[in-house]
C-alpha cells in the first residue's frame, strides 16, 4: 500500500534578523540595505557580494524524508525548536518548505491552536459556524454535527452567549468540540492538550483515540509522553531539524528523548570528589539513586520503576546515636519527609559496621507524581549534633520522574498534586 | 478514501488553487457575515452608522462646494451629484483600508489554519460592498426628495459597480500582501484615503477640469469610476468623457490583474512573515 503522506527531502529555511525586533520588514530597511548594496557594487565593481550580517539562515528542517501510512498513529516529539511545528505548518499548507517535496493523500485537517478564528463578539453558536468554515467544513456538514458538537463541549446553555462571557474552560472545550467533528483523513494536532482540565484532556484523548481506531491517519505532536505513549503506534523524534528515531516502538523513541535531554548531566548521583564533609564518624562517599542491583540510574525514571536511594560511605567510629539518611523536597523546595536508618522499631535497624558501608532504602514505585524531586544527605548523632543538616550544603541529587504513571487507559497525563499512587478500589459488600 | 493526490513543493502553483477557493466559498460569507455582526455590536443606532456617515460627509459637501465655491452641478440637484460620487469613492476607501488591515487582523488565523489567503481580503472588500448597498438607500431618498427621475442609464449602474469592485479588489489586494511585509503601509493607507478624496471629483463635476487635463486627471482610476457613476445615475446632461474612461477603465484592470498576481506570489510566506 502507498502511504497516505510521502515526505521526500524535505528542508525549511528561516531568516532570521538580528537586530529587529520584529519580524516584518520596513520599507525603510529595504530602501536603506538596496542603496548600499548599491553603491557597494559600485564602488566594489567586481568583488563577490558581501554576506549580510545582520541576517542569519536557520534550517527550521533539514532534509527530512519519511513515509507514512493509512491509520497509524504517529507522536511528534522532540525539543522546543526541534522542527516538529515546523513540519505540521508544512503539512497543514501553512507554509511552504524551501526544499523537497510532500505528497498527500486526502484531506488535512490541523488542530494547530484550539479557537483559531473566535471571536470573543459573537455568540458560542456562531462560532461554532464561523470556525467550521474556517476549518474546511461546509455549511450543510456543520448543521448536521452541530448538536453532537454543543454536546461534547457542554455548552447547551450558553450557547446565544458571547464567548467573551464564557469560563477559558469552556471556551477551550467549545473550540476543541468543532475541530474534533472535522472527519478529515489526515488529522494533525499539535499541544492541544495543554489547555483545559484534566476532565477534559481525558475526553479529548479518548476522540484522537477513536479517530485514529476509525482508520484515520493522526499525527500528533505533545511534550506529554503519557499521551503520546498511549496513543500513539509509532513515534518520530526530531532533534534541530533532523529526524533521530523514528521507529513503531514508541517507549523507546521516548526514552531516547528523555535521556538525550538531560544528557551529559547525571543529575542521579552525588560523587565526593576527596575530603568533602569530613567528619569523625563517617564521610559520604557517594549518593545516588539506583536499581535493585546497585546499578546507578540515569534521570529521568519511569514512575513505575522501583527505585533506591543509595549511600556509600566510609565509617570511621561508631556511635548508637549516628542517625544516616535523607531528605526529599519538591522542585519549589516543599519538603516530603525525612527518612532515617533508624526510623523502624530498634530490632529491625541496619547494622552499621566500620570501613566502606552501603546503606539504602527503597521509594515504592507509584508514591510521587511526575516531576522533579532534590534528595538531600541527612545525618547527625541523634539529640547531640548535625552532622548534615537539611537546608545547609550537604549533598544532594534530583530525582525525576516521568511517564509509567499508571495501567490504566484513563490515567495518561499528570494529575495535579505530589503524590501520585495508584490505589486500589474494590466494591464493598 | 479519496484519491487526488496533493504535492507540497517549494514554488510550486498548486493546481488546486482555484478549486480550493470555490471550496472555502462559505468561508467569504462567513467572514463578511462576522465582520458585519460584529462591527455594530455594543453599538446603541448600530445600522443607522452605515447612513449618518455618508450623509454628513453629503451635507458638508454640498455646503462647500456648492453653497460656497458655487460650482456648476450639470443641471441636477447638487446633493445627487455629490452622492452619486460618495457611494463610489465611500465604497473604494473602506474596501481599501479594510483589506489592507483585514491580513493583519486575522493573523491568528494565518498562522495557525490553511484555506486561500485570497478569502481574507475579498470579504473585507464585500463588508464594504454591503455598507455600499445600504449607503444607496440614501440616494433613493434623495431621489424621492428632489423628484429626481434617472433615465435609461440607470441600467447600466451594475456595470459600472462591477468596475468599482474591480478597482478596490485591486487596490486591496496590493495593499493587503505589501501590509504584510512592510507595516509602513499602515501609515500610508491613511493618507491615500485622506488624499484620494481631493483628487477624485467627489464634490465637484470632473467636467469642471480643463479639457487638456481630462486625460491626465484619468490616470487616477477613481475618475473613470465616479465618471461613470455620475453618467449611469444622472442621465441628460451628464456626459463621459470616452478617452479618459477607457485609460481608468485599463488601469483599474492593471491593478486588479498585478494585484492578484502579486497576491498569489507572496501569500505562501504569509504565515513566515506576519
Known sequence: ?429 | MRTDELIIEAGRAERHYWKDLWRYRELFYFLAWRDILVRYKQTVIGLAWALIRPFVTMVVFVVVFSKLAKLPSEGVPYPILVFAALLPWQFFSSAFSGAGDSLISNAGMISKVYFPRLVIPTSAVIVSFVDFLISGIILVGLMLWYGFAPDWRIVTLPLFIIIAFAAAMGAGLWIAALNVKFRDFRYIIPFVVQFGLYVSPVGFSSAIIPEQWRLLYSLNPMVGVIDGFRWAILGGNSQLYLPGFLLSLFLVLVILVTGIVYFRKTEKTFADVI
Open chain 1, 1 to 429: 500500500m502507498s502511504p497516505v503522506i510521502a515526505v521526500e527531502n524535505l528542508s525549511k529555511k528561516y531568516v532570521i534578523g538580528h537586530q529587529k525586533q520584529e519580524r516584518y520588514t520596513a520599507l525603510r530597511d529595504v530602501l536603506a540595505n538596496g542603496a548600499k548594496r548599491f553603491t557597494y557594487k559600485l564602488i566594489h565593481h567586481f568583488a563577490a557580494p558581501e554576506n549580510d550580517p545582520t541576517h542569519e539562515e536557520f534550517w527550521a528542517l533539514k532534509d527530512i524524508s519519511f513515509d507514512i501510512q493509512q491509520g497509524d498513529r504517529v507522536g511528534i516529539i522532540g525539543r522546543n525548536g526541534a522542527g516538529k511545528s515546523t513540519l505540521l505548518k508544512i503539512l497543514s499548507r501553512i507554509t511552504e518548505p524551501t526544499t523537497g517535496k510532500v505528497k498527500i493523500k486526502g484531506r488535512v485537517a490541523s488542530l494547530l491552536e484550539v479557537g483559531t478564528g473566535f471571536h470573543p463578539e459573537l455568540t458560542g453558536r456562531e462560532n461554532i459556524f464561523l470556525n467550521g468554515a474556517i476549518l474546511g467544513m461546509s455549511n450543510a456538514e456543520i448543521r448536521k454535527k452541530f448538536d453532537e458538537m454543543v454536546a461534547f463541549a457542554e455548552v447547551e446553555k450558553f450557547l446565544d452567549t458571547p464567548v467573551k462571557r464564557y469560563s477559558s474552560g469552556m471556551y477551550v472545550r467549545l473550540a476543541f468540540a468543532v475541530a474534533a467533528h472535522l472527519e478529515p483523513e489526515i488529522l494533525v494536532v499539535d499541544e492541544v492538550l495543554a489547555v483545559g482540565d484534566a476532565e477534559f484532556q481525558k475526553k479529548c484523548l479518548g476522540k484522537m483515540s477513536e479517530v485514529g481506531s476509525e482508520g484515520r491517519t493522526v499525527l500528533f505532536v505533545s511534550h506529554n509522553m503519557n499521551a503520546i505513549e498511549q496513543l500513539c503506534k509509532a513515534a518520530m523524534l526530531l532533534d534541530r531539524g533532523e529526524i533521530r528515531h523514528f521507529s513503531a516502538d514508541v517507549r523507546e523513541v521516548v526514552k531516547e528523548y528523555l535521556f538525550g535531554t538531560h544528557g551529559g548531566r547525571t543529575v542521579g548521583h552525588w560523587l565526593n570528589s576527596g575530603g568533602e564533609f569530613s567528619n569523625p564518624w563517617f564521610k559520604p562517599l557517594k549518593f545516588q539513586i539506583t536499581d535493585e542491583q546497585g546499578n546507578g540510574i540515569v534521570m529521568p525514571v519511569r514512575n513505575d520503576q522501583e527505585i533506591w536511594v543509595t549511600l556509600e560511605a566510609e565509617i570511621t567510629e561508631l556511635d548508637p546515636a549516628l542517625t544516616i539518611g535523607y531528605a526529599i523536597y519538591t522542585d519549589d523546595g516543599t519538603p516530603l519527609y525525612w527518612s532515617y536508618q533508624t526510623d523502624e522499631a530498634e530490632h529491625k535497624w541496619p547494622r552499621l559496621e566500620k570501613g566502606t558501608c552501603t546503606l539504602r532504602s527503597k521509594i515504592p514505585s507509584r508514591l510521587f507524581n511526575e516531576g522533579d524531586y532534590r534528595l538531600e544527605l541527612l545525618g547527625g548523632l541523634h539529640y547531640r549534633e548535625w552532622l548534615f543538616e537539611p537546608g545547609k550544603s550537604v549533598p544532594s541529587i534530583t530525582l525525576q520522574i516521568r511517564g509509567g504513571l499508571s495501567d490504566s487507559p484513563y490515567w495518561m497525563v499528570r494529575r495535579p498534586g505530589i503524590l501520585a499512587p495508584a490505589l486500589g478500589w474494590e466494591v464493598a459488600r
